[in-house]
């Protein structure tokens, strides 16, 4: 209950963070935001927590530019290729199962270049 309500009080740090206008995304907003779909994300858990949907969620709301995208598309890349156990069809499932339109691959292998 106690790191629910942590994950929580984080994921809303980040979308005031991400509301402030001239804002750059940073990883570590991202990492913080995807932390709970880990445990999906490696196969521990069979679907995505409602902390993991939140997270996604909040990543989608940092998303906002073309800049935005690809700095979240980098972060995103960057902690897929931080878990070697990471199974490829959990994330690319994710933004589904979560029921957010992502425009941005979770992958490892992403050109995040040519997110617009």
Not at 7 to 25: K, R, S
Not at 78 to 107: G, H, M
């Amino acid at each position: 209950m106690k790191g629910g309500v942590i994950a929580v009080i984080a994921i809303l740090a980040v979308f005031q963070l991400a509301v402030q206008h001239g804002h750059a995304v940073t990883c570590g907003e991202v990492d913080v935001s995807l932390m709970p779909c880990i445990n999906y994300l490696i196969g521990h858990d069979s679907s995505p927590s409602p902390a993991c949907c939140a997270g996604v969620k909040a990543v989608k709301g940092m998303a906002s530019t073309t800049a935005d995208k690809r700095a979240c598309c980098g972060c995103v890349k960057a902690a897929a290729n931080r878990y070697t156990d990471l199974k490829d069809e959990a994330a690319q499932s994710l933004p589904t199962k979560c029921a957010v339109q992502l425009d941005i691959p979770i992958s490892r292998t992403v050109d995040c270049t040519k997110i617009n």
